[in-house]
C-alpha cells in the first residue's frame, strides 16, 4: 500500500529537520572559518559577508597545523595497522574456537570509559618517560580501536562458511594455512571495515592524545586548543582549525560509507 499523501509530507517534513538539525552546526562551522572575528560576532552577517582565507593561512603556515595533521596521519595509520595485525588473528581465533570468555574481556574493554584509565597509564607512562612520544598515543589509540576490530571480526568470521577450513584441512593445510589461504582472502570486505572505523576514531581522540602527546607530537583535535586563551578566542582560526579536522574524514566517510555498510553487513549474511 502506498503511504497516504499527509504520511509523506509528515515524513519528508521530519527528514528535512534531522537533516538541518546535523547540517547546521557544521554549515555554520565552515561559513565561520572565512569570516573575521568581527563578522563572527556580527550578527547582521550571518548569512552575507566578505569571505576571507587569512584564518586558513594562520592555521597552515603560522599555527604549525602541517606538522599536526602529519602526526595525526601517523598516529592514526599506526594505531590501524597495529590493531589489524593482533585484532584479526585474535577475532579467528575466538570465532573458531569458541573462547567466549576471552571475547567479554575484550567487549568490556570496548565499553569501560577511557577517562578512567588516564591518570594510571599517565602515571605508568611517564616513569617509563614515554609520555609525550608517539609510541604511548599509538598503544592509547589501540585501546580504542583493538577491541572495535576484534568486535567487527568476530561477527564476520562467524558468518563465514567453517566447511571451507574443514575441507583445506583435510587436503593438509594447517589451521594457520587455512586461515591465511582461505579465510583472510574472505575476509577483506570486513578487514576494510573495521581498517577504516579504526582510522577515524583514532583521528577524532583527543583525550588520550590531550594528556599524553608532547608539543611536537600532538595531533589535531589537540592543536586546535592553540586558539583558545586565557584572555580571548581566536574565532575565526579555531573555526578554520576544526574544518581541516573535520572535512577530511567527513570525505573519507562519505566516500567509503557503502564499503562499510556492506563489511558490517556481508557477516550476517553468508554461511
Avoid at 602541517?66 to 593482533?86: D, E, P
Avoid at 562467524?158 to 587436503?171: I, K, S, Y
Avoid at 591465511?180 to 577524532?204: D, H, K, Y
Amino acid at each position: 500500500m502506498k503511504p497516504r499523501p499527509a504520511y509523506r509530507v509528515f515524513r519528508v517534513v521530519a527528514l528535512a529537520v534531522v537533516v538541518l538539525s546535523l547540517l547546521a552546526p557544521l554549515l555554520w562551522m565552515v561559513a565561520a572559518s572565512f569570516k573575521t572575528n568581527v563578522d563572527i560576532y556580527d550578527t547582521g552577517k550571518a548569512l552575507v559577508f566578505s569571505p576571507t582565507t587569512d584564518n586558513y593561512v594562520t592555521v597552515l603556515k603560522q599555527a604549525n597545523y602541517v606538522q599536526f595533521i602529519g602526526n595525526s596521519l601517523w598516529v592514526a595509520f599506526a594505531a590501524t595497522v597495529a590493531s589489524l595485525l593482533l585484532g584479526v588473528p585474535a577475532a579467528y581465533s575466538m570465532s573458531r574456537f569458541n573462547m567466549r570468555k576471552s571475547a567479554l574481556v575484550v567487549l568490556m574493554a570496548r565499553v569501560i570509559p577511557g577517562v578512567s584509565l588516564l591518570v594510571p597509564w599517565y602515571y605508568v607512562f611517564s616513569n617509563l618517560k614515554m609520555v609525550g612520544g608517539f609510541g604511548v598515543l599509538i598503544l592509547s589509540h589501540m585501546f580504542v580501536s583493538l577491541p572495535l576490530v576484534v568486535y567487527i571480526m568476530m561477527g564476520y568470521f562467524d558468518g563465514l562458511p567453517e566447511e571451507l577450513e574443514e575441507a583445506a584441512l583435510v587436503d593438509g593445510l594447517t589451521h594457520i594455512g587455512a586461515f591465511r589461504r582461505i579465510t583472510l582472502p574472505l575476509s577483506v570486505p570486513g578487514i576494510a571495515t573495521a581498517g577504516i572505523l579504526s582510522f577515524i576514531f583514532s583521528w577524532n581522540n583527543f583525550m588520550f592524545a590531550l594528556v599524553l602527546s608532547g608539543a611536537d607530537t600532538k595531533t589535531l583535535p589537540v592543536a586546535i586548543f592553540d586558539f583558545v586563551g586565557y584572555a580571548s578566542i581566536d574565532w575565526g582560526g579555531l573555526m578554520a582549525a576544526a574544518t581541516v579536522v573535520t572535512l577530511p574524514i567527513m570525505l573519507i566517510a562519505l566516500f567509503v560509507q557503502k564499503y562499510v555498510v556492506s563489511g558490517l553487513t556481508a557477516g550476517a549474511t553468508k554461511g
